[in-house]
Nanobody
Protein backbone atom coordinates (compact mmCIF):
# COMPACT_ATOMS: atom_id res chain seq x y z
CA UNK A 1 0.00 0.00 0.00
CA UNK A 2 1.14 3.57 -0.61
CA UNK A 3 0.09 6.92 0.82
CA UNK A 4 0.37 10.06 -1.29
CA UNK A 5 0.71 13.71 -0.24
CA UNK A 6 0.62 16.52 -2.81
CA UNK A 7 2.12 19.97 -2.43
CA UNK A 8 2.99 22.98 -4.55
CA UNK A 9 -0.41 24.26 -5.57
CA UNK A 10 -1.38 27.92 -5.37
CA UNK A 11 -2.52 31.01 -7.20
CA UNK A 12 -0.67 32.07 -10.34
CA UNK A 13 -1.32 34.44 -13.22
CA UNK A 14 -1.96 33.16 -16.71
CA UNK A 15 1.33 32.36 -18.43
CA UNK A 16 3.02 31.52 -15.15
CA UNK A 17 4.43 28.27 -13.82
CA UNK A 18 3.98 25.96 -10.88
CA UNK A 19 5.63 22.72 -9.84
CA UNK A 20 3.57 20.15 -8.03
CA UNK A 21 5.16 17.44 -5.92
CA UNK A 22 3.73 14.17 -4.67
CA UNK A 23 5.53 12.43 -1.83
CA UNK A 24 4.80 8.74 -1.44
CA UNK A 25 5.26 6.46 1.51
CA UNK A 26 6.19 2.81 1.19
CA UNK A 27 9.19 0.91 -0.04
CA UNK A 28 7.51 -0.26 -3.25
CA UNK A 29 6.97 3.20 -4.76
CA UNK A 30 9.30 2.42 -7.64
CA UNK A 31 6.99 -0.36 -8.82
CA UNK A 32 3.93 1.88 -9.19
CA UNK A 33 2.79 3.69 -12.27
CA UNK A 34 1.98 7.27 -11.25
CA UNK A 35 -0.41 9.84 -12.59
CA UNK A 36 -1.70 13.35 -12.12
CA UNK A 37 -5.39 13.98 -12.58
CA UNK A 38 -7.48 17.07 -11.97
CA UNK A 39 -11.03 18.07 -11.22
CA UNK A 40 -12.51 21.48 -11.89
CA UNK A 41 -15.72 22.67 -10.21
CA UNK A 42 -18.76 21.05 -11.78
CA UNK A 43 -16.66 18.77 -13.96
CA UNK A 44 -15.57 15.17 -13.80
CA UNK A 45 -12.08 14.17 -12.79
CA UNK A 46 -9.80 14.05 -15.84
CA UNK A 47 -6.42 12.68 -16.73
CA UNK A 48 -3.50 15.09 -16.99
CA UNK A 49 -0.27 13.08 -17.15
CA UNK A 50 1.21 9.73 -16.19
CA UNK A 51 4.60 8.09 -15.91
CA UNK A 52 5.63 4.45 -15.86
CA UNK A 53 7.32 2.83 -12.87
CA UNK A 54 10.78 3.32 -14.38
CA UNK A 55 10.11 6.78 -15.73
CA UNK A 56 10.83 5.51 -19.21
CA UNK A 57 7.35 6.22 -20.55
CA UNK A 58 5.27 9.35 -20.11
CA UNK A 59 1.76 10.16 -21.23
CA UNK A 60 -0.11 13.46 -21.50
CA UNK A 61 -3.58 14.73 -22.15
CA UNK A 62 -3.75 16.71 -25.38
CA UNK A 63 -4.76 19.81 -23.44
CA UNK A 64 -1.45 19.95 -21.55
CA UNK A 65 0.97 18.43 -24.04
CA UNK A 66 3.94 20.73 -24.58
CA UNK A 67 3.20 22.74 -21.44
CA UNK A 68 3.34 20.18 -18.59
CA UNK A 69 6.09 17.71 -17.77
CA UNK A 70 5.78 14.73 -15.44
CA UNK A 71 8.85 13.20 -13.82
CA UNK A 72 9.75 11.00 -10.89
CA UNK A 73 12.63 10.41 -8.52
CA UNK A 74 12.35 6.88 -7.17
CA UNK A 75 15.19 7.47 -4.72
CA UNK A 76 13.09 10.23 -3.12
CA UNK A 77 9.73 8.48 -3.53
CA UNK A 78 8.45 11.59 -5.30
CA UNK A 79 6.67 12.39 -8.54
CA UNK A 80 6.53 15.90 -9.99
CA UNK A 81 4.38 17.86 -12.39
CA UNK A 82 6.03 20.94 -13.88
CA UNK A 83 3.33 23.20 -15.28
CA UNK A 84 4.31 26.02 -17.62
CA UNK A 85 2.29 28.50 -19.67
CA UNK A 86 -0.64 28.03 -17.36
CA UNK A 87 -4.12 28.99 -18.55
CA UNK A 88 -7.26 29.84 -16.59
CA UNK A 89 -8.78 26.57 -17.80
CA UNK A 90 -6.05 24.70 -15.90
CA UNK A 91 -7.71 25.80 -12.66
CA UNK A 92 -8.65 22.68 -10.70
CA UNK A 93 -7.80 20.48 -7.76
CA UNK A 94 -4.86 18.35 -8.84
CA UNK A 95 -4.56 14.81 -7.54
CA UNK A 96 -1.63 12.47 -7.48
CA UNK A 97 -2.57 8.82 -8.00
CA UNK A 98 -0.82 5.47 -8.09
CA UNK A 99 -1.49 2.29 -10.00
CA UNK A 100 -0.56 -0.85 -8.11
CA UNK A 101 1.60 -3.40 -9.89
CA UNK A 102 -0.12 -6.31 -11.62
CA UNK A 103 -3.41 -4.46 -11.98
CA UNK A 104 -4.81 -3.16 -15.26
CA UNK A 105 -3.69 0.39 -15.96
CA UNK A 106 -5.30 2.50 -18.60
CA UNK A 107 -3.46 5.72 -17.86
CA UNK A 108 -6.32 7.97 -18.89
CA UNK A 109 -9.00 6.23 -16.81
CA UNK A 110 -9.35 7.58 -13.25
CA UNK A 111 -10.97 4.36 -12.01
CA UNK A 112 -7.83 2.39 -12.88
CA UNK A 113 -5.79 4.17 -10.22
CA UNK A 114 -5.65 2.39 -6.88
CA UNK A 115 -4.41 5.07 -4.48
CA UNK A 116 -5.05 8.80 -4.32
CA UNK A 117 -3.71 11.83 -2.53
CA UNK A 118 -5.88 14.49 -0.95
CA UNK A 119 -5.38 16.98 -3.79
CA UNK A 120 -3.87 20.42 -4.10
CA UNK A 121 -5.64 23.49 -5.48
CA UNK A 122 -4.24 25.24 -8.54
CA UNK A 123 -5.87 28.54 -9.50
CA UNK A 124 -4.84 30.44 -12.63
CA UNK A 125 -6.07 34.01 -12.89
CA UNK A 126 -6.58 35.76 -16.21
Amino acid sequence: QVQLVESGGGLVQAGGSLRLSCAASGRTFSSYGMGWLRQAPGKEREFVAAISWSGGSTYYADSVKGRFTISRDNAKNTVYLQMNSLKPEDTAVYYCAADAPSTPWRVGVPDDYDYWGQGTQVTVSS
